[in-house]
């Protein structure tokens, strides 16, 4: 017999069951689709210099081409993250998808620079929504005592993404055309589109916040706890705070404020180092004397070492906490990318220290996720994410911008590692005072 009416808070229902076939169906969705956006988000520059030949220019005329796609990136970040939580996320992921796969698919018939710079735009609004809306919906269907790991268990498949995608380019374009990589990058997110629509749920947590009807949630969460029994007066909540109307401005609302002005210069900060070092790097180390298959070599390490710093990091925040784990690793991130500079010709101990400062920045920046999906609640989470992302690829504007700035003025590559880890001692910093505000406001 079912138990009498009553209230039903969702959230601890999912924090106090483990992990079943249902959410690791989603968190496995997920995965795919930021895999193939990291895939998406690398490809041009996997094809610049057959494009380049066809088109019958310098290959260092891309410059605009890849801004354009990082303006893409940090547009979509910032615009269409506030309506998922509008309209949900499980919509805007879809949406986000379709986008970056039509407009890949659509670069297979350009034929001019200024095509090209627009469809890596219109790509780029795609790859930018798509991470910031993976991000809350991992999050909600998360148990917190494991929520951090699972968080960047999903999104270290970004830079796997780039790494897989720079392997299968090298094999496709010799033989079937730089066309090859974008048929590829476009069909197959397509293909992920109709998946999606099949089997991809809404967040329960976000159908809780916005008084879904309640049999459609009894049903959801009885995916997650099959033993509990629900009777039709039970009333679902969500104990945390429930906000409505313009969704960014309670960003800054309820004391939010500082916490969001630290989390976008942490985010702007490690974003400018991260592209500053994935633009530059394998031209800094030939310079340096390395020979080019080194230099990629090393590049490939520097993301490797990211996705397994991201899944230990995830791991050991959820142990002894966010700002403690983050705090160390972006400290080790400052001696390891400042190292990078002094070590020269020392190439098997320069691919260590890499592959470290990868650890210690790419892994960290996918550990993040998890801090600025915990520092807002259900109602705001995608535009909290958004936002920070968003702000974060303006970074990843300037930083490859002033690297080649200090190159024009032959910077030696030992001055310029050691100003690239300057971000890192900020962002250091900043964790330190992001803790601090959360201690002080008792959370």
């Known amino acids: 017999m079912a138990p009498s009416s009553r209230t039903i808070e969702v959230a601890e229902v999912i924090d106090n069951r483990p992990v079943g076939g249902f959410q690791i169906r989603i968190f496995i969705l997920c995965a795919v ?43 979509g970040a910032l615009v269409l993250p506030p309506f998922a939580d509008r309209f949900g996320r499980r919509n805007l992921i879809i949406l986000a998808t379709l986008i970056f796969g039509v407009f890949s698919l659509a670069t297979v018939w350009v034929n001019s620079f200024g095509g090209l710079a627009l469809m890596r735009f219109l790509t780029g609004i795609g790859v930018g929504a798509a991470v910031p809306n993976v991000v809350p919906l991992t999050s909600e269907y ?60 809404e967040s329960i947590r976000f159908m809780v916040s916005r008084k879904a009807d309640a049999k459609r949630t009894a049903a959801m969460l009885r995916h997650i ?13 969500l104990a945390e705070e429930s906000l409505g109307g313009f969704s960014v401005r309670h960003l800054f609302t309820s004391g939010r404020a500082a916490v969001t002005v630290l989390l976008w210069t942490a985010f702007f900060m490690n974003f400018l180092l991260l592209f500053f070092i994935f633009n530059w790097l394998p031209t800094l180390m030939q310079q340096a004397g390395m020979p080019i298959e080194r230099a990629i070599i090393a590049t490939v390490l520097f993301n490797l070492g990211g996705i397994v710093g991201g899944i230990l990091h995830g791991r050991l925040m959820d142990k002894y906490g966010n700002y403690l784990v983050l705090g160390i690793a972006y400290a080790f991130g400052t001696v390891f990318v400042g190292a990078i500079g002094f070590l020269g010709g020392q190439i098997p101990l320069l691919l260590t220290v890499t592959t470290l400062a990868g650890f210690c920045t790419v892994g960290t920046q996918a550990a993040s996720n998890a801090l600025a999906a915990s520092l807002y609640p259900t109602t705001v989470r995608s535009t909290g994410v958004g936002w920070a992302y968003g702000i974060g690829r303006i970074g990843s504007i300037v930083g490859p911008v002033v690297g080649g700035i200090f190159l024009t003025l032959h910077w030696g590559m030992r001055d310029l590692f050691l100003v ?24």
């Open 142 to 201: 998360s148990p917190k005592r494991i929520r951090a790991w699972l968080i960047t268990l999903v999104t270290v498949t970004w830079p796997l993404g780039a790494v897989l995608g720079g392997l299968i380019s090298s094999k496709l374009v010799p033989v079937y055309g730089w066309q090859s990589v974008f048929y590829l990058g476009g069909i197959t997110p397509l293909v992920m589109v109709v998946i999606l629509l099949l089997w991809l749920p």
């Open 225 to 237: 706890a099959p033993n509990l029994e629900y009777s039709p007066g039970d009333r679902f909540v």
């Open 420 to 443: 690239a880890a300057i971000p890192l001692v900020c962002t250091t910093i900043v964790i330190v005072l992001l803790s601090r505000c959360r201690a002080a406001a008792g959370s």
């Open 33 to 75: 689709v930021v895999m193939l956006d990291g895939f998406d988000a690398q490809a041009i520059a996997f094809v610049a210099g057959p494009i380049a030949r066809q088109f019958g220019m310098p290959v260092t005329s891309f410059g605009p081409i890849f801004g354009a796609g990082t303006l893409g990136l940090a547009l």
